[in-house]
C-alpha cells in the first residue's frame, strides 16, 4: 500500500510557475514509477508527466514539454515534483500524483487555477 499527498496548488497568473510536490508514503520501495495527471472541469483526467523509480526516464505530454519539469528526490526516495513554468490558463486543473505498483494509487488532488 501506498499513500500519496500533494501540495503546492494554488492561483497564479499567466506566465507564471509553481512547483507541485507529492510524498509518497508506505511500500515506496516497491514504486516503479510515478507521475503527475490533470483533469480539468468537463474533461478526463490526462497525463501530464511521469518519471521512473530510478529517475533515469521521463516523458512529458506535448502540451506541457519545455514548460514542466518532473523529478524526484533522490536522497528522499519518497518525493516527486513537477515545476511548472509559463503557465497557461488552459494548465487550470486538479493536479494528481499517481504511484504505480502492482496496481496504481493516487493522491487526492491539488487545485491549479491559472489566471488570464
Known amino acids: 500500500q501506498v499513500q500519496l499527498v500533494e501540495s503546492g496548488g494554488g492561483l497564479v497568473q499567466a506566465g507564471g510557475s509553481l512547483r507541485l510536490s507529492c510524498a509518497a508514503s508506505g511500500s515506496i520501495s516497491s514504486i516503479s514509477a510515478m507521475g503527475w495527471y490533470r483533469q480539468a472541469p468537463g474533461k478526463q483526467r490526462e497525463l501530464v508527466a511521469t518519471?521512473?523509480?530510478?529517475?533515469?526516464?521521463?516523458?512529458y505530454a506535448d502540451s506541457v514539454k519545455g514548460r514542466f519539469t518532473i523529478s524526484r528526490d533522490n536522497a528522499a526516495k519518497n518525493m516527486v515534483y513537477l515545476q511548472m513554468n509559463s503557465l497557461k490558463p488552459e494548465d487550470t486543473a486538479v493536479y494528481y500524483c499517481k504511484a504505480a505498483l502492482y496496481k496504481n494509487y493516487w493522491g487526492q488532488g491539488t487545485q491549479v487555477t491559472v489566471s488570464s
Open positions: 518519471i521512473t523509480s530510478d529517475g533515469g526516464h521521463t516523458n
